[in-house]
């Protein structure tokens, strides 16, 4: 099936073909190919100015490598023109130079030309809608006079271009002819004129060719990085599909939302590499919905870069956010082959007014010293057999205070639930509840707030990642390694705990970096014994099921606080009633996954020496 997207547009005057672009986007670049393959000309004109015709063509070579063609007048502001694959004027000279066909660069140079920003309908809808459908919209809203703007030098220029036009179309047979949309019924016009007005370029002191620098070339592309190598790649795809004689591809003309996913997709295992976090299934659903209503809330199909940058900060972190943008802007065509002097520009000199977003990375830089130290991972040791294993202090200061967070919470639940409404009489208690006064309106009461009666402390917590369970008994464990864990002063917890295998994943010198599948803790420390091979718990089919049953054994206080996906069975919350304590049960959910990423991951060391250069190895 043929995607509208996929269906040559162009408009027909005799022998010249007109392709209606926006400047500096996929979408359009993509149409003037298909276009090019469908009409096969011998002569392409663009609209881009003729007295910088040799400076462009030079630049259109260069591609995929970028390239800024800027022009110096005494006393004014320089002129840059950026080449970028992502542009429908340039992708037409550069089609022209690959199949050996005459271009052209037929607009005028003005002096003073103003900067317009035109609110036009997001060019997304050309990969729905096609761009024959996009233009006519486009055209009926012009002609009442909304979407674009026009001065009186744009008559100019499309004088000037329909006038190269007319004479080129005396020399060659079939001209595409690429221009912007607001300017093709003027120029179609124009053509028919009998007689053309002399008209001069303005006067430019030199026109020298550029590089961007490697800094430059991050910021400085209207198509970001990821979007306009993806582009490359498809193109060239493309074109190995129509020599082979093939006449669709169905991943040309690129789809932007597809780009955008797998822009995500691919930020998301870095991230997983580099911090070891867990990245759920839920986190690019938040993302993508996000991302849709962000686009929409400004009007638009699809977000720019700093909405795709701030949708990964919110829905996960900072982390993710960078290592997002790292690849949003990487863009790895840049070579210099021909060693043009670099051009260090920055957003506002090309562009005008940008946004700026910032990172607060977990880590220092990636360009510290510390990341050096990892390129020999292959040669870290882990003795588990030393003297003895231990915790990295830092981490059980961390673990410490979410189990104190979890005990406030689990209480202030059952507080919540306790808590009633009383009609008014002497004392407005915790304050007035202005429900259950409306509720009870006809009784001419007012109702008050009474707080239920705190309940007894939590000494006990247990925390459920992943039950690791499967009916197969073949099935490999997630979670293989387990352990009780004794604390180290009256300010730790006792911890139980299973996780991902102990030799798995060494980060340094005697630095193990350990994955939680579930853990316990129970206060005060110093009286756990192994509970993994105490009898006892035979009855428990889960290592949950297990360090929930040990929490509730080893309890001073009369709750057990457990976090889970699912709540434990009956039998365990009769078990725990039978000796007195109360379960209060938290869905994972409700918790912060941030919270939970800095919270799963551990490092377990070969001895207490190795605590003095642990902080060089984990970040």
């Not at 197969?472 to 917890?493: H, R, Y």
Request: aromatic share 12%; with cysteine; glycine share 4%.
């Amino acid at each position: 099936m043929t995607l509208n997207s996929q269906i040559p547009f162009f408009v027909q005057k005799d022998n010249i073909y007109l392709v209606p672009v926006l400047h500096y986007n996929m979408e359009t670049a993509a149409q003037v190919q298909l276009a090019f393959s469908e009409i096969k000309p011998d002569c392409v004109a663009v609209e881009l100015p003729e007295n910088m015709e040799l400076q462009l063509l030079h630049a259109v070579s260069r591609l995929p490598d970028i390239s800024i063609v800027a022009s110096y007048s005494e006393g004014k502001d320089p002129l840059y023109y950026l080449c970028e694959p992502c542009d429908g004027a340039l992708e037409g000279l550069r089609l022209a130079l690959d199949s050996h066909v005459r271009a052209f660069c037929i607009d005028l140079d003005i002096e003073g030309y103003p900067n317009f920003f035109d609110h036009l309908p997001d060019p997304y809808a050309i990969q729905k809608i096609g761009l024959k459908s996009y233009y006519e919209v486009f055209h009926d809203a012009a002609e009442s006079g909304f979407v674009i703007k026009k001065s009186p030098l744009d008559e100019i220029r499309e004088v000037y271009m329909a006038k190269r036009l007319k004479e080129l179309s005396f020399s060659y047979d079939r001209i595409l002819c690429v221009v912007g949309m607001s300017h093709l019924e003027s120029i179609l016009k124009n053509i028919d004129n009998s007689t053309y007005p002399e008209m001069q370029h303005a006067k430019r002191d030199s026109i020298q060719l550029y590089t961007p620098s490697e800094h430059s070339a991050r910021n400085l592309l209207a198509e970001y990085g990821w979007i306009s190598r993806s582009y490359e790649v498809l193109r060239n795809e493309f074109q190995l599909c129509l020599q082979r004689g093939e006449t669709s591809f169905q991943l040309f003309p690129p789809d932007r939302q597809q780009l955008i996913y797998n822009l995500y997709k691919k930020a998301s295992e870095k991230y997983i590499e580099s911090t070891g976090n867990a990245f759920p299934s839920y986190n690019m659903r938040n993302i993508m919905k996000f991302m849709r209503n962000y686009a929409l809330v400004s009007e638009k199909l699809m977000p720019d870069l700093f909405q795709i940058l701030t949708c990964a900060r919110s829905c996960v972190d900072n982390n993710y956010a960078y290592h997002t943008w790292e690849l949003a802007t990487e863009y790895p065509f840049r070579r210099n082959v021909d060693n043009l002097p670099e051009l260090d520009l920055s957003v506002e000199e090309l562009w005008g007014h940008s946004k700026k977003i910032k990172f607060q990375l977990k880590q220092p830089g990636r360009k510290d010293l510390t990341f050096k130290k990892r390129s020999d991972k292959a040669n870290f040791k882990f003795n588990p057999f030393g003297i003895g294993i231990c915790s990295y202090p830092p981490e059980d200061l961390s673990i410490e205070k979410f189990g104190d967070f979890l005990k406030k919470k689990g209480t202030q639940i059952l507080t919540e639930d306790a808590a009633r409404s009383v009609p008014f009489t002497s004392s407005v208690e915790d304050g007035i509840d202005t429900r259950e006064s409306i509720r009870h309106w006809y009784e001419k009461k007012l109702y008050v707030k009474v707080k239920g009666k705190p309940p007894g402390g939590a000494s006990s917590v247990v925390v459920i990642f992943d039950e690791d369970y499967s009916e197969d008994p073949l099935q490999a464990e997630k979670f293989p390694w387990k352990l009780s864990w004794l604390g180290e002063n009256a300010q730790e917890s006792d911890m139980a705990f299973y996780a991902t295998p102990l030799n798995a994943n060494i980060v340094g010198p005697g630095i193990s970096r350990c994955e939680y599948g579930g853990f316990m803790l129970s206060s005060p420390p110093r009286r756990m014994a192994n509970v993994w091979s105490d009898p006892d718990y035979e009855f428990c089919r889960t290592k949950a099921e297990l360090l929930l049953v040990t929490a509730i054994d080893y309890a001073v206080k009369p709750l057990v606080i457990y976090v889970a996906a699912k709540p434990p069975r009956s039998s365990i919350k009769a078990f725990a009633t039978r000796y007195g304590k109360k379960i209060v049960f938290i869905p994972i959910g409700q918790l912060s996954p941030v919270l939970f990423n800095k919270i799963r991951v551990f490092h377990v060391l070969d001895g207490h020496g190795r605590r003095g250069i642990a902080d060089e190895y984990i970040f």
